[in-house]
């Protein structure tokens, strides 16, 4: 009987999952199929961009994703749980050994909703946070006043160096010494150097702060042991999955303090518990199951050495194509990257050139990258001194050092011909955009998505 229902509902009913939609809705379908061949045809150089693999989708689109249900596993409200109980616990299972954690939480909708719970656990409104700000490459999660972290919480930020643009550990700690924040958080969405989680553990210790370290962009390097972990120096570390190339979403992980007693309005509380609880009902209603069962396909991903190889070609073409773009005179920021991005500031390779500009022409060129507010900018978010490039998803596609001097070599031309007209106009010869247009495409179809 199982296997007749394994042969003809279960299979049949997911293999036709494209043709439903086809049948159904042509409209969203051909979007559908347009975003892949916009994907196919163009280079992905956005540093927050992975592609998570077709296992990871078939997950994400499977039935799991009607089963409605609060609470975890074994302690739930509703009946029928025992299957996605079995997803829950193997998802928390592989997220604890690809990260060397104690305990994880994989029911946060997203990096943000990960660091909102940790916020709503540990601080009471107008609790002070010590951060990196956002326009020094720090996440809006982290106390920028339009988030919530702004709003109800007291923020104050560190900052990187004005001349070198690195973390000023010793900056970090008298800060935090005439601040004394009740919470001190790490990582950010544009620092392209390694991050020393011990030294801000320590200096979380020296003034009883707890540290939240949130490692969304460098994830991936932590697993494959391509940047320290912070696991057990921070308190907590969380972490979007998709940029580490999962599906969308986020993860708590907690190492040597997870079972650390905490008070809560009185009463004495298990720190694990407490996040528990403040992920529901404190903040998140019902888990997204279908996305905890892709979260688990991904995890079991990680745990191969082709997950973790990747990880270091990620970083060397990305230091390939800082050291080419440097070689051809750009401003790359701190001089290189130990990760998978680089930051560029683009006002200075000619007067009016803006991150705005530099965008958008790559765009119309096919090459997709975003701008970037540097430390210090003196330009709006709108327009902005800077750029950002990462290599995640050209090096999953399979490109090498080979091919990030191809790509060098047709960004800096694009930037070399463009004409800035004002902060967001710009004027570059149609047959120069044709010709890398054409160029990019070629590349990327000799690197097909798989
Ligand atoms: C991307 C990012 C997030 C947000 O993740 P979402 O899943 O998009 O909410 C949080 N923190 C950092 C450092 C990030 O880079």
Not at 20 to 30: G, N, S, V
Not at 77 to 84: I, L, R, T
Not at 252 to 257: F, H, K, N, W, Y
Not at 402 to 421: F, P
Request: aromatic residues 8%; charged residues 25%; proline residues 3%.
């Amino acid at each position: 009987m199982l296997d007749l229902l394994e042969k003809i509902s279960s299979f049949q009913y997911h293999e036709g999952i494209l043709s439903a939609l086809k049948k159904q809705d042509r409209q969203i379908y051909e979007f559908i199929k347009k975003e892949y061949e916009r994907l196919q045809s163009t280079l992905q150089l956005i540093a927050a961009e992975n592609r998570c693999s077709r296992a990871v989708l078939a997950a994400l689109g499977s039935i799991v994703q009607n089963k409605t249900t609060e609470g975890f596993p074994g302690a739930r409200y509703h009946g029928g749980c025992e299957v996605v109980d079995d997803v829950e616990m193997l998802a928390v299972s592989r997220a604890k050994e690809t990260f060397g954690a104690q305990y994880a939480n994989v029911q946060p909708h997203s990096g943000t909703s990960a660091n909102q719970i940790v916020l709503a656990a540990m601080l009471e409104r107008g609790d002070k946070i010590l951060s990196l700000g956002l326009d020094q490459g720090g996440h809006i999660s982290h106390g920028a006043s339009v988030s919530f972290s702004g709003k109800f919480f007291n923020v104050e930020n560190y900052y990187v160096n004005r001349e070198t643009f690195l973390l000023d550990y010793e900056n970090i700690r008298s800060k935090a010494m005439a601040i004394r924040p009740k919470m001190i958080i790490c990582g950010a969405t544009a620092y392209s150097r390694t991050i020393d989680f011990e030294k801000f553990r320590d200096i979380a210790d020296s003034v009883g702060a707890f540290l939240l370290a949130d490692i969304s962009h460098i994830a991936g390097l932590v697993i494959a042991g391509a940047h320290p972990s912070p696991i057990n120096h921070a308190h907590f570390t969380t972490t979007s999955t998709y940029k580490p190339g999962g599906p969308r979403g986020g993860l708590i992980l907690m190492g040597r303090d997870f079972d650390r007693k905490i008070k809560v309005e009185g009463r004495e509380m298990i720190l694990w518990r407490h996040i528990e609880k403040t992920t529901f009902p404190g903040v998140q209603g019902t888990p997204y199951l279908n996305n905890i069962a892709a979260k688990a396909v991904f995890f079991k991903e990680t745990l191969t050495e082709e997950y973790k190889n990747r990880q270091f070609k990620i970083i060397e073409n990305a230091g390939r194509l800082a050291d080419n773009l440097l070689d051809a005179g750009y401003d790359v920021l701190t001089g290189g990257t130990d990760n998978h991005m680089i930051l560029i500031n683009i006002s200075h390779l000619r007067p009016g050139m803006t991150g705005f500009i530099a965008q958008k022409c790559l765009e119309d060129c096919g090459i997709i990258i975003n701008m970037n507010r540097l430390p210090y900018d003196e330009k709006s978010m709108k327009v902005t001194s800077g750029i950002r490039l990462g290599t995640p998803i050209v090096t999953r596609n399979g490109m090498g050092t080979k091919e990030m001097d191809r790509i060098s070599v047709l960004i800096d031309t694009v930037l070399q011909s463009v004409n800035a007209v004002s902060n967001h106009q710009y004027e570059i010869k149609n047959s120069l955009m044709d010709d890398i247009k054409s160029k990019i495409r070629n590349l990327c179809g000799e690197f097909p998505i798989q």
